[in-house]
């Protein structure tokens, strides 16, 4: 039987900075109960993350080639590639939680229930701009004709943002496996918006929430606005804190927010 959930931490780092140890110190706290593995380059001093974990959380770390960890783009590859989710199909579902996002509560297994292949926080539409890859453009077509044919209101999802992003693993694997063109054309566009990509095109096989459900899961842009839609209601966690609005989540961080 496969476990549940993983808790996947990307590090690269050797020093903290006071936002970053804000975001571990919460994530050890809130969700203790879970497996809690770090994802680092093979030739990182990674003191400074057992000293936090130790004595408080079961972890262990897996180490990667550095030239993933090197920039956004070796990022990228790294979570498009077959190598990091058959490390994890141990596993049902995995959260990623990078250094900048913020638990509020453990919802992880409520989340992970809800059976979908990826949620994160939802992005303002794609626009399409020149010289991008065409996000779905013309999709919307399709959507509207099946729409039509089958009397429902299917709607493109922009979820989600891939900083706090619960992924089934296995989807995902299969998604890179036998997408490996798309993968190799995907260029410098950003990985979470791979899985978004085909998501929908694949829909209803993949299951992706609404934007109003992946809200209720995670807040990226606009928190104020986006808190206001969930009548101030806390989400199960947030992403960029310190980029977006970071006066707007100062109350409801146990630190200050320094920016």
Not at 28 to 49: A, G, Q
Not at 105 to 127: M, R, S, T
Request: hydrophobic letters at 35%; aromatic letters at 16%.
């Amino acid at each position: 039987m496969k476990n549940l959930v993983a808790v996947i931490i990307p590090i690269y780092k050797e020093k903290l900075n006071h936002n970053e140890q804000i975001s571990l110190k919460q994530c050890l706290k809130v969700l203790s109960s879970y497996p809690i593995i770090f994802i680092s380059p093979e030739n990182l001093d990674t003191s400074i993350y057992q000293h936090h974990a130790k004595d408080k959380v079961k972890f262990e770390v897996v180490n990667f080639s550095n030239d993933y960890f090197k920039n956004i783009d070796g990022y990228n590859r790294l979570m498009l590639s077959t190598l990091f989710y058959k490390k994890f199909l141990a596993y049902k579902f995995i959260l990623i939680h990078q250094l900048d996002a913020y638990v509020f509560e453990d919802e992880l297994v409520y989340w992970c229930k809800q059976g979908y292949d990826f949620i994160g926080a939802p992005h303002p539409p794609h626009e399409n701009n020149k010289n991008e890859i065409q996000f779905l453009n013309g999709y919307g077509k399709i959507v509207s004709f099946i729409n039509r044919l089958f009397n429902i209101n299917h709607k493109i999802s922009n979820v989600g943002n891939g900083g706090l992003s619960l992924r089934k693993t296995a989807t995902c694997y299969k998604l890179v496996k036998y997408f490996k063109r798309s993968v190799k054309n995907w260029g410098t566009n950003n990985e979470d918006g791979f899985f978004k990509y085909w998501a929908n095109i694949l829909y209803p096989v993949v299951k992706l929430p609404s934007d109003a459900v992946a809200l209720r899961f995670s807040i990226e842009s606009e928190p104020s606005n986006s808190l206001n839609k969930l009548d101030n209601q806390l989400p199960f966690g947030c992403h960029a804190f310190e980029k977006y609005e970071p006066i707007t989540w100062q109350p409801f961080i146990n630190e200050k927010i320094s920016h």
